[in-house]
């Protein structure tokens, strides 16, 4: 019915950069909030940022000044923008979306996720 696609990890040595895009698509009527949560291993999945649909955003402390997240709602795209990573950062990161399909009914979705690994 959805779907999120997320693309963009890699591999990245401490202090770089990487940018994170997960588009949806499918029977979309409308996207309330986007996020991004993340998990390493023998971890919880754990939340990273958000944003709702007036661009109102939340961070985890742990990454508060170093990402930002944004969203393009022409593109039923949510990005997050990773300055400054730390080896610490390296997870598997999923994105969700809070969508309101075209039949009406809320669905919270989830996408596949894309490995961000940074090390030296």
């Known amino acids: 019915q959805v779907q999120l696609v997320e693309s963009g990890g890699g591999l990245v040595e401490p202090g770089g950069s990487l940018r994170l895009s997960c588009a949806a698509s499918?029977?979309?009527?409308?996207?309330?909030?986007m996020g991004w949560y993340r998990q390493a291993p023998g971890k919880q999945r754990e939340l990273v940022a958000t944003i709702s649909s007036g661009g109102s955003t939340n961070y985890a402390a742990s990454v508060k000044g170093r990402f930002t997240i944004s969203r393009d709602n022409a593109k039923n795209t949510v990005y997050l923008q990773m300055n400054s990573l730390k080896p610490e950062d390296t997870a598997v990161y999923s994105c969700?979306?809070?969508?309101?399909?075209?039949?009406?009914?809320?669905?919270?979705?989830w996408g596949q996720g894309t490995q961000v690994t940074v090390s030296s």
């Open positions: 969700n979306a809070g969508i309101v399909t075209t039949s009406g009914r809320f669905l919270g979705s």
């Open positions: 499918g029977s979309i009527y409308s996207i309330n909030y």
